[in-house]
């Protein structure tokens, strides 16, 4: 298995233009997990599904953030508009059954998003 | 409000010394503790965990000491290597709604020197 692919790897943008992170996770991963990562908050959960359907979106910062998993192998973040603020490192991560126990998360390489 | 903090940022270490990373937790109903490796340009990676039945957990060079009194916990690395210069998270979960869902704290950048 490829393990969890992201992309883009790296994204410049514009301030005010809109962002689109995808991800694809692991096959028979029944959760699917969005991180940002800063240094001041380190790793904060913004949004997590299962089985494509979005359970707890608590932690998306504002309206301008938002997520979809239309099918069980893929995820989009779109941020619109984007601001500086918003630049950080994206995580996504996908586990079975929650999997927290036995460290079952496996995680992406991450989206290094600058918005200038 | 942060449940799981990592109050040291940084922490530096001669290659072959102990490498000792803090962990503390607010949340009394976190009975499930993590700790993840990340190397720069990668997404972290699972290293050792510890349920809260326990209070220690090796593996090979790695053990996690918990103390659920201090609501504490410790990831010990000995010896360190040059190899484990990475950034360390620490995270807590508790079964909420059928699963469990960690709380990452900010991490603690590890440097082993040679």
């Known amino acids: 298995d490829a393990g969890v692919i992201q992309s883009p790897r790296h994204e410049v943008t514009e301030m005010g233009q809109e962002v689109t992170l995808r991800c694809k996770p692991i096959s028979g991963h029944d959760y699917l997990f969005w991180y940002r990562q800063t240094m001041m908050r380190g790793l904060e959960l913004l949004i997590y599904?299962?089985?494509?359907?979005?359970?707890?979106d608590s932690g998306m910062p504002e309206d301008r953030f938002s997520a979809k998993m239309p099918n069980a192998s893929f995820s989009t973040l779109k941020i619109q508009p984007s601001e500086p603020r918003d630049s950080a490192v994206y995580f996504c991560a996908s586990s079975f059954y929650g999997g927290a126990s036995m460290g079952g998360y496996t995680f992406g390489s991450g989206t290094r998003l600058t918005v200038v | 409000d942060q449940q799981v903090k990592q109050n040291s940022p940084s922490l530096s270490v001669q290659e072959g010394r102990i490498s000792i990373l803090n962990c503390d937790y607010t949340?009394?109903?976190?009975?499930?503790f993590l700790w993840y490796k990340k190397y720069p340009a990668e997404g972290p990676t699972f290293l050792i965990s510890?349920?809260?039945?326990?209070d220690k957990n090796e593996d090979g060079r790695f053990t996690v000491f918990l103390n659920k009194s201090a609501k504490h916990l410790s990831l010990h690395i000995v010896p360190s290597q040059p190899g484990d210069s990475a950034v360390y998270f620490c995270a807590a979960s508790g079964r909420s709604g059928g699963s469990y869902i960690p709380t990452f704290g900010r991490g603690t950048s590890l440097i082993v020197h040679p």
């Open positions: 599904f299962n089985n494509n359907v979005p359970i707890d």
């Open positions: 510890i349920s809260s039945i326990k």
């Open positions: 949340n009394s109903m976190f009975d499930y």
